[in-house]
């Protein structure tokens, strides 16, 4: 008999798992499709190095997105064209130090977006963000090359996948 793994699960839209890079780009990448298809908010939590560009990366190369994908550290917002004509947008927060810098990001148009939106930091803008996102926290796992991911459905935001 086969034990069932601890180590991943996947009940009721939430995610739990340790995962090498190769799987975290793999569950990544149909985190992207996803998100194109519902317009999906993504908030990352997780500190430096724990693995949130890794994670945006391979999704915004999924959803259709062609050429580099720098970090925005020091831009803060990167915004991508889709193969559908819309856009995602990749924000880092890291380097914000109050609500008043978030709106001066351009968060209004941001919320009003039709496509998806990756945020990392997302807890530098907690009160601001909307009800209906996927929360995804990263942290570093037992050995230095592996990362647990915790990822949550909130509000009316779609299940995320298995
Ligand atoms: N299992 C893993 N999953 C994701 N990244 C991993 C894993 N194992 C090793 N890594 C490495 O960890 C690093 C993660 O860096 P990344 O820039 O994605 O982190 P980050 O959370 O965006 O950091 P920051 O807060 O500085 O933006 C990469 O160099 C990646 O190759
Ligand atoms: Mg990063």
């Known amino acids: 008999m086969v034990a069932r793994s601890e180590k991943s699960r996947s009940l009721g839209g939430e995610v739990q798992r340790v995962v090498s890079e190769a799987q975290l780009r793999c569950w990544a990448a149909d985190l992207g499709r996803q998100a194109v298809r519902y317009g999906a908010f993504v908030a990352l939590y997780g500190t430096l190095g724990s693995g949130k560009s890794t994670l945006v990366r391979a999704s915004c190369r999924s959803a259709g997105v062609v050429g580099p994908i720098p970090s925005p550290t020091f831009t803060l917002v990167n915004r991508y064209r889709l193969p559908d004509g819309g856009f995602v947008h990749h924000v880092d927060l890291y380097r914000i130090e109050s609500e ?22 997302a807890d530098r803008a907690e009160a601001l963000l909307p009800d209906d996102r996927w929360d995804i926290h990263l942290a570093f796992a037992e050995s230095s090359d592996r990362r647990r991911i915790s990822a949550k459905t909130r509000g009316a935001a779609p299940r995320l996948p298995a």
């Open 100 to 121: 008043e810098e978030v709106w001066e990001l351009g968060w209004q148009e941001l919320m009003a977006r039709s496509g998806p939106v990756f945020v990392e930091w």
